[in-house]
């Protein structure tokens, strides 16, 4: 299976802090993108970065790859209550469908 | 406007019987997917396809098909229905040239 898994599970910091989720994978990729999930809602696209790529940034986000450790995380700083969600990685197959594989996830809660 | 909506919203059925969730893009996006998240939160690939190709996730039953009156929607159909069908189903889309996904909001799925 190509699925990643995602640390920690769940993660609650205070608004204004940074959080940091890391995300494992488990085979060769192209790219590999974070999604956000609100409860109840689809994902959304947050960023991508390439395989060539060892750090991005968009606006508050920053996420880094480290491709010999098969492993990117994923820095929101400042963190505001709105950023209550789950944060999910993602690596496609390198197919021409470029099917995405997801990690499991962190929950992360954020208290005004 | 929607960039991609699921009807319905909510699905309760009856075990053994058979039900459509729709999914209609209106991105012009050339590919279109779906995706299972079970009570856990993992989220699987299902379907992908595009005017040319479909590509089935071997792990999926298949009581499970795909069918695609047009570019623009990808229906599921789910025969059979059995409990371990319940989850959240999410359709996606993506444009030929690109490699981020946007999801629909999802369908919830409950079969008693």
């Known amino acids: 299976s190509q699925q990643g898994e995602e640390d920690p599970q769940a993660l609650s910091i205070q608004e204004g802090e940074n959080a940091t989720m890391n995300c494992s994978y488990k085979?060769?990729?192209?790219?590999l993108q974070w999604y956000r999930q609100n409860s109840g809602r689809g994902l959304v696209h947050l960023i991508l970065?390439?395989?060539?790529?060892r750090e991005k940034h968009s606006g508050r986000l920053r996420v880094t790859l480290d491709t010999s450790k098969k492993s990117s995380s994923l820095l929101i700083t400042a963190s505001r209550a709105a950023d209550t969600a789950s944060y999910f990685c993602?690596?496609?197959?390198?197919?021409?469908?470029?099917?995405?594989?997801f990690g499991t996830g962190t929950r992360l809660t954020v208290i005004p | 406007d929607t960039a991609v909506s699921q009807t319905p919203k909510y699905l309760v059925t009856q075990m053994g019987n058979d039900k459509s969730i729709k999914c209609e893009q209106n991105?012009?996006?050339?590919?279109m997917y779906w995706y299972k998240q079970d009570s856990k939160k993992f989220l699987k690939i299902m379907f992908s396809?595009?005017?040319?190709?479909?590509?089935i996730n071997e792990t999926v039953p298949n009581r499970f098909s795909p069918k695609s009156p047009d570019k623009a929607h990808l229906n599921l159909h789910i025969n059979s229905l059995e409990l371990g069908d319940s989850a959240v189903y999410f359709c996606?889309?993506?444009?030929?040239?690109?490699?981020?996904?946007?999801f629909g909001p999802g369908t919830r799925l409950t079969v008693l």
């Open positions: 396809y595009n005017n040319k190709e479909l590509i």
């Open positions: 085979t060769s990729i192209n790219n």
């Open positions: 996606a889309s993506r444009s030929g040239g690109a490699h981020e996904q946007f």
């Open positions: 993602a690596t496609d197959d390198g197919s021409g469908a470029n099917n995405l594989f």
């Open positions: 991105l012009g996006h050339d590919t």
């Open positions: 970065i390439r395989s060539n790529e």
